[in-house]
């Protein structure tokens, strides 16, 4: 049985972080996991911002409350859902992904936390574990699930590598002329049928 893993934003979701920039004016903010490698260190980077600007966790709940997932996903994962096992594995935090899942019709989703104070503040945030992504993979690996994973950014590379099968859903060339050996997948259509194609093959 296949079990298809998927990331969060940038695959099925626009990128929260870039969504608070625009909103906030902060240009520092654009910076992704497609920018830096390091997501402990980003994740730092984004909290001192936050720190000095004042900002909380309800500024960043309103700008998700404006967003939508990306044109197709919502099509795609039903179409997904009919024919595999379906995860979702972000570095998004359990308080971003809540109104996200709804949206995408609540699929599973394995993610962070973060801690706030009274006021809402994030004071810091909590890996659930570290390399969650791929010792995900290798768990559902180890109870002989087949893996597929996607993923468009650095931090989904240790899925993709782990997996049975990985795939780059609308990366930035710079990563994928990194990873050549995953194939690129440049919208929903050729993601269903990169993934049609493994699964037929094993039938």
């Not at 004016?25 to 830096?36: C, F, H, P, Q, S």
């Not at 998700?64 to 379906?86: H, K, M, S, Y």
């Not at 503040?121 to 690996?141: G, P, T, V, Y």
């Not at 050549?180 to 919208?187: E, H, S």
Request: proline share 4%; net charge negative.
């Amino acid at each position: 049985m296949y079990i298809v893993n998927l990331d969060l934003e940038g695959v099925l979701f626009p990128e929260i972080w870039i969504g608070v920039a625009e909103k906030t004016g902060i240009e520092a903010l654009r910076l992704t996991t497609r920018d830096v490698a390091d997501y402990d260190e980003l994740m730092q980077h984004r909290l001192n911002i936050f720190e000095e600007q004042k900002l909380t966790l309800t500024d960043v709940q309103k700008v998700i409350d404006t967003l939508e997932p990306l044109p197709g996903a919502v099509e795609f994962l039903d179409w997904l859902r009919d024919c595999c096992q379906v995860m979702i594995l972000s570095d998004t935090f359990v308080e971003f992904a809540k109104p996200v899942m709804k949206q995408l019709k609540m699929p599973t989703i394995m993610c962070h936390s973060l801690k706030t104070d009274k006021n809402n503040a994030i004071l810091s945030h909590h890996i659930r574990i570290d390399n969650a992504k791929r010792r995900a993979i290798e768990a559902f690996r180890s109870l002989n699930f087949q893996t597929i994973a996607v993923g468009d950014s650095f931090n989904d590379v240790g899925m993709l590598e782990t997996a049975d099968h990985g795939i780059f859903f609308c990366p930035p060339d710079e990563i994928s002329s990194q990873y050549p050996d995953f194939p690129v997948t440049k919208n929903y259509q050729e993601l269903r049928s990169a993934i049609s194609m493994i699964i037929n093959a094993e039938d």
